[in-house]
């Protein structure tokens, strides 16, 4: 089962007693490893942050996991004679994803200092 993560450039020092934190910093940062330890990363520069401005860095397992399509896609094309005949584009979609494992979804708490 792959597991993926993101990752971001900027991480420094990860919080004490983090080992497998550690090694991501150590093996992955420089990106030079796409693969660490099972884990698959995914670069990102929108890593969120927690109330002590730790990064909250998120990792998943694709079974943990589930997209709903509430609508099929619908898309129109026309165009619009008020703005001298340009073309107007219009698609619309209902989906959403959820956790259905609790255990194969969570976060690294990473200290950005």
């Known amino acids: 089962?792959?597991?993926?993560?993101?990752?971001?450039?900027?991480?420094?020092?990860?919080?004490?007693?983090?080992?497998?934190?550690?090694?991501?910093?150590h093996n992955v940062v420089q990106g030079e490893v796409d693969t660490f330890l099972g884990f698959n990363f995914?670069?990102?520069?929108?890593?969120?942050?927690d109330s002590n401005a730790d990064d909250k860095?998120?990792?998943?397992?694709?079974?943990?996991i589930v997209l709903a399509v509430g609508a099929?896609?619908?898309v129109r094309i026309s165009e619009?004679?008020?703005?001298?005949?340009?073309?107007q584009v219009f698609a619309s979609m209902s989906i959403g994803a959820t956790r259905m494992q609790e255990e194969l979804v969570?976060?690294?708490e990473c200290d950005p200092s």
């Open 72 to 74: 099929e896609p619908q």
């Open 42 to 49: 995914i670069r990102t520069q929108r890593i969120g942050t």
């Open 106 to 108: 969570g976060f690294i």
């Open 1 to 25: 089962m792959k597991i993926w993560s993101e990752l971001t450039g900027n991480r420094k020092r990860v919080k004490p007693g983090q080992t497998v934190a550690r090694l991501f910093e």
């Open 57 to 64: 860095v998120l990792f998943y397992a694709k079974p943990g």
């Open 80 to 87: 619009r004679d008020d703005k001298n005949y340009a073309t």
